[in-house]
T-cell receptor, first 111, second 115 residues
């Protein structure tokens, strides 16, 4: 059974810092790794999707990497802003679009 | 483009009542799924569907029924609500791209409280 773990559970940083969120998974036979953002009381917004054949994806200040052999993915956020404050979720994708989620990292960026 | 639409957004039920959570997508995706989100547990898969007429159980299917009569709709039914079903429910629709690559899109969620 696939298990996904996210470290740290919570992170508080001052504005402008570069930061790294970590995601590890137990089964390397994932089809893809998807990072989501969730604001309080809201739904999930897809940030980055890395297919199993890819090593990384970039979107603006966000960069996500995938290392299937070690069972790890990282989300790098450059020059953090207060608007980046949210919960970040990673999910490993398997057959039929099924996702196994980590419990998330709660990020607070203070001015 | 509406994407994935869930209704209602909020619902309070009494123990033993039944209800249906609605989910509709307008992206013509074959795959759809239901998750529940609980504090400390993350999101867990309840049921999923790979196309009209085809559904299967996920990690936590007990107490829930689904059907998929059309590509667009994937309702989740609670037959006899229990307090343990108090949760936030998310519906996802998944696209299948080139090479079988998939990407999930989520609705805004339904917050259900069972008293």
């Amino acid at each position: 059974k696939q298990e996904v773990t996210q470290i740290p559970a919570a992170l508080s940083v001052p504005e402008g810092e570069n930061l790294v969120l970590n995601c590890s998974f137990t089964d390397s036979a994932i089809y893809n790794l998807q990072w989501f953002r969730q604001d309080p009381g809201k739904g999930l917004t897809s940030l980055l999707l890395i297919q199993s054949s890819q090593r990384e994806q970039t979107s603006g200040r966000l960069n996500a990497s995938l290392d299937k052999s070690s069972g790890r993915s990282t989300l790098y956020i450059a020059a953090s802003q207060p608007g980046d404050s949210a919960t970040y979720l990673c999910a490993g994708g398997t057959s039929y679009g099924k996702l196994t989620f980590g419990q998330g990292t709660i990020l607070t960026v203070h001015p | 483009n509406a994407g994935v639409t869930q209704t209602p957004k909020f619902q309070v039920l009494k123990t033993g009542q039944s209800m249906t959570l609605q989910c509709a997508q307008d992206m013509n995706h074959e795959y759809m799924s239901w998750y529940r989100q609980d504090p400390g547990m993350g999101l867990r898969l309840i049921h999923y569907s790979v196309g009209a007429g085809i559904t299967d159980q996920g990690e936590v299917p007990n107490g829930y029924n689904v059907s998929r009569s059309t590509t667009e709709d994937f309702p989740l039914r609670l037959l006899s609500a229990a307090p343990s079903q108090t949760s936030v429910y998310f519906c996802a629709s998944t696209t299948i791209g080139a090479g079988g690559h998939t990407e999930a899109f989520f609705g805004q969620g339904t917050r259900l409280t069972v008293v």
